[in-house]
C-alpha cells in the first residue's frame, strides 16, 4: 500500500503538479490523502479544487480554508469585521484582502462547479493500515480543522491533552505548514509540512510517501522544486484581490 499525503495546496496548482510529477517519478501510489486547506490564498482555486476532485481514491478532509469558502458571505463578513476591529492596520488590510480574496474564489467555484466537493468534506477521516495501525487525518488537530495546530515548541503535557481520546496510533496533521514528527503516549503526529505558502525558509512543495504492508509503515519525506516566479506572475496576471499577502509568504526566501 502506497498513499501520497499532503495538506494545504492553497490554490497553487503550479506546486500541485510538481507533487503530481514527483508522485510518478517515486514509482506511483495507489491513494493519496489530502489533509485540507485547497482553494484560499492562492491563484488557482478552480484548477486546484478540479485537480483534487478528480483524483481517483482520493481521500481528503477539510481545511480551515475550505470551512470558510462555504461559510454564507455574511457570517464571513461580520468574522473579518470584529477582526478589523482590533487589528492593527497592516493585519486590517490582510483581513481585507482575504476576505474579498474569499468572495472571488467562492464565486469561481461555484461557477466552476465546485462548490460542493468542498462543502462535502469532513473534519476527520478514520482508516486502517494494513498491520492494524489506526490513522486519523485532520487538518490541525484531532477535534479541530483551526487554533494553533499541533507544534514542535508545544510540551508533551500539551500535546497529551490534545490527542486525549484520539483512538488511533498514527495522526496527521497540516495547518501549520511546518514539517513535524513527534510521539506521545504510543501516538505518533506527522505534518508533511505544505506544498504552498511556506513559512519556513524551505520554498520547495512538501508531501510524505506512506508505504505500508502487513509487517509496518514507513514515512519518507519528498520535497519538490517547482516554478515559484511564474506562480507569482500567474497572482498578478489574474488580478488576484489578496496579492501582496500571498506574495508574502515568498518574500526575502
Excluded: C
Excluded at 486547506?37 to 478528480?54: K, S
Excluded at 514542535?152 to 500535546?159: G, I, K, V
Aim: charged fraction near 25%; hydrophobic fraction near 45%; charge should be negative.
Amino acid at each position: 500500500m502506497r498513499v501520497a499525503i499532503f495538506p494545504d495546496v492553497h490554490g497553487n496548482s503550479i506546486a500541485l503538479d510538481a507533487v503530481l510529477a514527483d508522485i510518478e517519478r517515486a514509482g506511483g501510489v495507489d491513494t493519496a490523502w489530502f489533509l485540507g486547506d485547497a482553494a484560499m490564498i492562492g491563484f488557482d482555486p478552480v484548477g486546484t479544487v478540479e485537480r483534487l476532485a478528480g483524483w481517483p481514491n482520493l481521500v481528503s478532509v477539510s481545511g480551515n480554508g475550505d470551512r470558510r469558502l462555504v461559510t454564507e458571505p455574511e457570517v464571513v463578513r461580520d468574522v473579518t469585521e470584529r477582526f478589523i476591529a482590533n487589528a492593527n492596520d497592516d493585519d486590517a488590510a490582510i483581513w481585507r484582502s482575504t476576505y474579498a480574496e474569499y468572495l472571488w474564489s467562492r464565486e469561481a467555484l461555484q461557477v466552476a462547479g465546485l462548490f460542493d466537493w468542498l462543502a462535502g468534506l469532513p473534519l476527520e477521516k478514520r482508516l486502517v493500515l494494513p498491520d492494524g495501525t489506526r490513522v486519523l487525518l485532520v487538518h490541525a488537530a484531532p477535534g479541530t480543522d483551526e487554533g494553533s495546530g499541533i507544534r514542535a515548541d508545544q510540551s508533551d503535557d500539551e500535546l497529551r491533552g490534545m490527542l486525549d481520546g484520539v483512538d488511533a496510533e498514527l495522526v496527521f496533521v497540516g495547518h501549520t505548514h511546518r514539517p513535524l514528527d513527534r510521539t506521545v503516549n504510543a501516538v505518533r503526529v506527522w505534518n508533511p509540512g505544505s506544498v504552498s505558502n511556506p513559512v519556513t525558509d524551505e520554498t520547495r512543495a512538501m508531501w510524505t510517501l506512506l508505504d505500508a504492508d502487513e509487517s509496518g509503515y514507513r514515512l519518507e519525506r519528498r520535497f519538490v522544486a517547482y516554478d515559484v516566479a511564474g506562480m507569482l506572475s500567474r497572482l498578478a496576471e489574474v488580478h488576484h484581490p489578496a496579492e501582496a499577502h500571498i506574495r508574502g509568504f515568498w518574500a526575502g526566501r
